[in-house]
């Protein structure tokens, strides 16, 4: 009997023994010295990332810079646009929206060219949400809501006009107030107008088109 309890104890202590090998493994100075190198690379790779992001952060221009440098090139609409296509890759739209805001309300000049500015910002927001109510969303009402406006042309230039009866149904819906349903059919006009390449007339035929409020449409047409 005092062997077995001899053998049990023997037993116990080296699964004791293995059970330790496994849950804390012999460091030796081979495996510290791997594991230190392993710690060292993903720090390294991961120091990496970030300064990498942050260098890619920085090659984006403030928004009053490239607003400025865009009014130094001939075709201002098209840097704008280019511009806020990589500033709204790191920022949102209405943080774009409310620094334009502040800027504006600094330089006369800019105030005076705001609504198009925000065209800008509303083509971009549509590219980079890929659908006019999510543009609305992020939208407001600033520079005279030329953010939905811009929105709205996006969608024309990507789909055209063939369905406009039908598109209206998606771009403009019944459930939207007043104020909200103006904007966009007024957009539609300024999408219109565009889409014809200026062509009064063409874009005046295609705002009868709709079945109701062709008059918002109109005034999008004519501003």
Known sequence: MKRFWVHALIIAVLAALVGSFFIYPVKTPQSVESIVRLEKTVSEIKNGADAEKKSENKNIKSLE????????????????????????????????LSELDAFQSRESRIKLACHDIVHSIGRETFQKTGAVSTAFNECDQTCHSGCYHGATEAFFKEHGTADLAENLKTLCSSDLNAFFSHQCIHGIGHGLMAWTSYELFEALESCNVLSARQDSCWTGVFM
Do not use: P, Q, W
């Open 65 to 96: 810079s490239g607003v400025n440098d865009c009014y130094k090139t001939k075709d201002v609409a098209g840097c704008m646009d280019l511009f806020f296509r990589d500033y709204l890759a790191v920022n949102t739209t209405k943080k774009a």
